[in-house]
């Protein structure tokens, strides 16, 4: 079976281009979750959908994030304009019933921004 | 909201011997418990995870204990292989349903 797929693998942009990850989670399951990882702050959610629907956007940093989930196969979270602070490895997640249940991560996007 | 501590941060232990990460977390609401692992460069991947209405929970070479009254929970890997090397993540639900928080990670190191 698919695992979580996320695309692109690696990123490098500049500041202030426009950035897009893309995930799609494994069919069936109804929740999906952002998440940044960083040495300095460790793992955070930055948002969860459940049935394509956003739930909890509480760990968007700023106005620059946002996220979209258009269909319960596709999801983008987008950066614009991106910061050098912006730099860590983006994970996807999905489960089968919310953060209670096992989350499958996907195998990231590692962001740069130069 | 959710706090998770995790020690220690970093863990060497022999081959073969055992390996004990523990983590605190402050919602009493809290009532489910994943342990990650993550190796370097790759995804974190569920290894095991308990949820409140059990103590303890085994699979192979790897324990979940929980006491809910003191709020701790540990992960027991016994018998050590080197490929058990990686960095380790607990994780508590608090009482939302939409998030688990983090600990901040052990890395173990297996030592030949």
């Known amino acids: 079976d698919a695992g979580v797929i996320q695309s692109p693998r690696h990123e490098v942009t500049e500041m202030g281009q426009e950035v897009t990850l893309r995930c799609k989670p494994i069919?069936?399951?109804?929740?999906l979750f952002w998440y940044r990882q960083t040495m300095m702050r460790g793992l955070e959610l930055l948002i969860y959908?459940?049935?394509?629907?956003?739930?909890?956007d509480s760990g968007m940093p700023e106005d620059r994030f946002s996220a979209k989930m258009p269909n319960a196969s596709f999801s983008t979270l987008k950066i614009q304009p991106s910061e050098p602070r912006d730099s860590a490895v983006y994970f996807c997640a999905s489960s089968s019933g919310g953060a209670k249940q096992p989350q499958h991560f996907g195998d990231g996007t590692r962001l740069s921004i130069l | 909201g959710e706090n998770v501590e995790q020690h220690p941060s970093t863990l060497s232990v022999q081959e073969g011997d055992s390996a004990v990460i523990k983590c605190t977390y402050s919602d009493s609401a809290s009532n489910y418990f994943p342990w990650y692992k993550q190796e370097l460069g790759k995804r974190p991947q569920l290894i095991i995870d308990i949820r409140s209405n059990v103590g303890e929970k085994k699979d192979q070479r790897i324990a979940v204990t929980l006491n809910k009254t003191a709020k701790h929970f540990s992960l027991h890997i016994t018998e050590t292989q080197p490929e058990d090397s990686a960095v380790y993540f607990c994780?508590?639900?608090?009482?939302?349903?939409?998030?688990?928080?983090f600990g901040s990670g052990t890395r173990l190191s297996i030592r030949p």
């Open positions: 959908f459940n049935n394509n629907v956003p739930i909890d």
């Open positions: 994780a508590a639900s608090g009482s939302s349903a939409s998030k688990i928080i």
């Open positions: 069919s069936g399951h109804n929740s």
